[in-house]
């Protein structure tokens, strides 16, 4: 049996997909994007959150039957309203041989995999083999600027991209809106773009920046250091997307 | 809202009405002792003065009227003497009068204040060899006739005031029946105030969407009324409500019982929601203010879009609606004797008790066992004792069986003033000749269970670290308790913070949690009859006892606890109602649900919330209000028996802390009602913060 390292499992979740939902949260992430806002989410080791309110140890292992179990306590809520469990991050794709167990052990339960993409290709159809939906993360489409601000390009991004529209699983893109970097006409007509047409797209939400995002970086040891202007109103423009057929919503 | 609702809301708010109250209440003590009248016609006499010394107040912008000018003492019909002679060696419930009660309005409204005097007099003929009957019905009457002619003041001050409206409603109401929806809301406003007005207090509004729909029916048919104007009406309702109930204080302001209950099951068990169920939840919403506190009988397949409308009133942070789930409420009742046409057509009293409207002389609040107390004794004398587990739980049950005989012994001692006006309006009193005072068709006893997740979580701790891992000692835990835990600072920690804990859906806690309860419902259910010919129902509600039950109250019947073995320090309060122990850590409210999901409701029913705190922060994007309403047909579907949602801003809530000026209008829930949060006492603003400290977002 396998064990995985989680940092957080958030009930009555309603914000990470259909119907009323548990959220897992895997700890580990290949990218560092300068926006995040779960630092503590990005290491793969258990570590220890400073607050002036006292410590607390972030990242807790789990076997999969532990987790399957708890989530299968919840299945009759989850079917009853529409909702499943999501498994979010970090980044689950770093951790898919464990999800995919959980998943197995699972009671008919719907799957959301929430992923930035970035991760094994072998992997990543394994895992889509046994998932309902997918919310799929889309930064930035020039590579330098992906190198950039994420720390890493985003060439294996694109292809499962390629690998997720022929796996015949619905998806959702997701596209943070960070002022003047991902907000940008060009960035979001890129991103329209390469996704329109693309088999099993239901649409793309975009996400306007969260201010807080730098809240925990101090507590996790971090620096909070955003090469932007975090008050910078974001434009949201909705028409790229809807002149391409693309339906699009802002969340 | 327009502009004279507007007005109408600000007045209340201020307190304009305060200007037209008498500085002193009556005094007609002299008067009836020099008569020497029995009780019952001391209290017949008290309600015909009272309603003499009313002075008519017609503000211009009222469709609807009634303002209370007499204060909020109510006169006394004996000396203190009398009295005492009167009640030596009785139970005295509360202040003394009936309340917590909801009459049967629709009954009243639609046949008027006459028909119940034709009722009496008739009675009158037929008992003259029953002085006991005769004096009722002779009260009875002298009561009636003393609201209608109130009510004739009110036409006669109407008719000054050029106000030809109001003469043609005066005339008709509440002395006939009521014909329109206005006819119908006027009458109910004046016969709720009345109940008011001579001492009866906590008096709900029952099943109001059921008994108003038809007259407002038929003015939608008949074209007098379009939607529009009924929301007005309604809305000027629902804020006269909050007009004079500065003078109903109750343990804390705003504990005023001024309750409705929409939605449910007709008689035979159809969905009974109707257009007024939804302007209620509507007109509520936009009114916002602390009344009427709404309750919405759910099944598990109620259709989210009524949900949803509901979650628009947890969202501006009511503290309301308050839901009852009739899957599981109406077949308890009736499994404890009440019959099926009545069990669906029951209503939530001033708190969460359920009671038949109009059907029952129930005092559905005798007192509160304290799970923390019982569990506390028990542990220490079974610990001293050399005990396992099995043995304290013995113990546990033996307290438990103790406290509820002393409460239900102290109860079967009762006495209730004669109530000759509240019973005309009551189903059977009039046709049966019968004071309410001396019982109607269901007379049974509700007692709350108070710190239930505190108590179950202490035996978890002991069952955790005194029997399976050994790691504490029995006199170390019984030294910490008596130490308030000074020096044992890391055992409280580990009691606090280690051990398994309701509401986490774990089974290692939850399964206390669901023998307390079982221990609770065969006490009631072995101490049988009492001799007022009811039961006792075992509730799981806390109301003030969360803190009375801590700290200590004046004359409380109930036993206090100090330190107890789950790491909450002496004076501490427990969490309200159904709630886990404040401070837990807590995985989310579908782990809350599971764990109280598995209370035995069927043997649980005198009411008791489960009381979640939502962080407004989850109602920030447009699906929100729809998941919220989905949490709460969870609720349902999982088989739980009443909720309590609550959504506030913790920092909203700490500035008002500090600038009450700022926040007059913030209105949080409290136990069983909503109140404004600057007219609580500091230790229920505390509670109510570090509540939602620990809020789900
Ligand atoms: S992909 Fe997500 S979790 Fe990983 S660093 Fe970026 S924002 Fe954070």
């Known amino acids: ?251 | 809202m327009n502009e004279r609702l507007k007005r109408l809301k600000v007045k209340a708010r201020d307190l304009d009405q305060k200007s037209y109250r008498q500085s002193q209440p009556l005094n007609i003590l002299s008067d009836i002792n020099a008569q020497n009248l029995t009780w019952m016609r001391r209290m017949a006499h008290l309600t015909a003065r009272q309603c003499q010394a009313e002075v008519p107040i017609i503000d211009p912008d009222e469709q609807i009227v009634f303002t209370r000018t007499l204060p909020a003492e109510i006169p006394e019909v004996y000396t203190p003497e009398q009295w005492q002679e009167l009640t030596t060696g009785r139970t005295i419930h509360e202040s003394g009068p009936i309340n917590n009660l909801s009459p049967d309005w629709g009954m009243v409204l639609s046949q008027g204040l006459l028909e119940q005097k034709q009722i009496a007099l008739d009675g009158v003929m037929n008992c003259q060899n029953d002085p006991e009957k005769l004096d009722f019905y002779e009260s009875a009457i002298i009561t009636i006739d003393s609201v209608i002619e109130l009510a004739n003041r009110y036409a006669k001050e109407a008719r000054r005031q050029n106000r030809m409206d109001l003469v043609e409603v005066l005339q008709q109401v509440p002395a006939r029946p009521a014909q329109t929806f206005r006819e119908a809301l006027q009458s109910l406003r004046l016969l709720h105030s009345v109940t008011h007005l001579i001492g009866h207090y906590q008096i709900g509004l029952g099943r109001f969407d059921q008994f108003m729909w038809p007259y407002l029916r038929s003015d939608l048919h008949e074209g007098r009324l379009d939607m529009e104007q009924a929301y007005d009406l309604l809305a000027e309702f629902f804020i006269s409500l909050n007009k004079d109930s500065d003078l109903y204080p109750g343990v804390q302001q705003g504990d005023n019982g001024q309750t409705i209950t929409l939605g449910g099951v007709d008689q035979n068990g159809q969905t009974a929601v109707n257009e007024l169920t939804r302007l209620c939840l509507r007109v509520s919403r936009d009114v916002s203010m602390i009344d009427p506190k709404i309750n919405l009988r759910i099944t598990a397949d109620t259709d989210l879009e009524l949900l949803s409308l509901a979650t628009e009133l947890t969202r501006k942070g009511l503290g309301f609606p308050q839901y009852s789930n009739d899957d599981v409420v109406i077949p308890a009742l009736v499994k404890h004797g009440y019959s099926l046409e009545d069990a669906r057509d029951y209503a939530v009293a001033a708190c969460w008790e359920f009671i038949i409207p109009g059907k029952g002389m129930e005092v559905v609040n005798i007192g509160a066992l304290s799970f923390p107390a019982a569990v506390d004794r028990a542990l220490r004398d079974g610990l001293l004792a050399g005990e396992e587990m099995a043995g304290i739980l013995d113990r546990v049950r033996t307290e438990i069986e103790y406290q509820v005989n002393h409460l239900a012994q102290t109860y079967e001692k009762l006495i209730l003033p004669p109530a000759p006006f509240f019973s005309v309006l009551m189903s059977d009193c009039l046709s049966e000749g019968k004071d309410l005072s001396k019982g109607a068709k269901y007379n049974n006893f509700g007692i709350h269970g108070a710190g239930s997740a505190n108590a179950a979580d202490a035996l978890a701790a002991v069952q955790e670290f005194v029997f399976n891992q050994r790691s504490i000692k029995p006199e170390d835990l019984i030294a910490a308790l008596d130490q308030d835990f000074q020096g044992w600072e890391d055992l409280r920690v580990t009691l606090a913070g280690k051990a398994p804990k309701v509401g986490n859906d774990d089974d290692r806690a939850d399964t206390f949690l669901v023998t307390l309860f079982n221990m609770f419902a065969d006490a009631c259910e072995a101490y049988g009859t009492t001799t007022l010919g009811g039961i006792i129902r075992p509730g799981s509600a806390t109301a003030m006892y969360y803190i009375w039950l801590t700290q200590g109250f004046e004359d409380m019947r109930e036993p206090i606890v100090g330190a107890t073995a789950e790491g909450r320090q002496s004076g501490k309060p427990f969490g309200a109602n159904l709630a886990p122990t404040q401070g837990v850590q807590i995985r989310g409210p579908f782990s809350v649900l599971l764990s109280f999901a598995k209370i035995d409701y069927q043997r649980i029913y005198n009411g008791g919330p489960i009381t979640i705190e939502i962080s407004d922060s989850v109602f920030r994007d447009r699906d929100s209000i729809q998941k919220v309403a989905m949490l709460v047909r969870t609720f349902a579907q999982q088989g739980c028996q009443q909720l309590q949602l609550n959504s506030m801003n913790l920092e909203t809530m700490l500035d008002a802390r500090a600038h009450p000026e700022n926040h007059k209008n913030l209105i949080v829930r409290v136990w069983g009602w909503s109140g404004y949060f600057c007219e609580l006492t500091p230790e229920y603003q505390d509670q109510i913060i570090a509540r939602h400290i620990y809020a789900f977002d």
């Not at chain 1, 140890?57 to 789990?62: A, D, K, R, S, T």
């Not at chain 1, 809520?77 to 498994?87: A, D, H, M, R, W």
């Not at chain 1, 959980?102 to 895992?127: Q, W």
């Open chain 1, 1 to 251: 049996m396998r064990r995985g390292l989680i940092f957080d499992i958030k009930e009555f979740a309603i914000h990470d997909g259909p119907g009323i939902r548990t959220t897992v949260f895997l700890k580990g992430c290949p990218l560092a994007c300068m926006w995040c806002h779960n630092p503590e989410g990005q290491s793969a080791t258990p570590q220890i959150l400073r607050n002036p309110g006292g410590e607390r140890l972030v990242g807790e292992y789990i076997t999969s039957d532990d987790l399957a179990g708890r989530l299968n306590r919840q299945a009759k809520i989850f079917k009853q309203n529409g909702g499943g469990v999501t498994f979010s991050g970090g980044e689950p794709l770093m951790q898919s041989a464990f999800i995919a167990e959980v998943i197995t052990l699972l009671d008919d339960i719907h799957v959301l995999l929430d992923t930035c993409g970035y991760g094994s290709s072998d992997d990543f159809r394994h895992l889509l083999k046994k998932v309902d939906l997918v919310y799929y993360d889309l930064k930035l489409m020039d590579p330098e600027l992906h190198q950039k601000f994420t720390g890493r390009d985003n060439s294996l991004i694109l292809e499962n991209l390629t690998v997720l529209s022929q796996s015949g699983v619905p998806f959702v893109i997701r596209v943070p809106l960070i002022p003047t970097i991902t907000d940008t006409t060009e960035n979001l007509s890129r991103i329209a773009n390469r996704i329109q047409n693309l088999p099993g797209l239901v649409k793309v939400d975009l996400l306007p920046y969260n201010q807080s995002a730098g809240a925990k970086y101090e507590a996790a040891g971090m620096r909070w250091q955003p090469d932007y202007d975090e008050k910078k109103p974001v434009t949201a423009n909705l028409k790229i997307f809807t002149d391409l057929g693309i339906n699009v919503g802002v969340k």
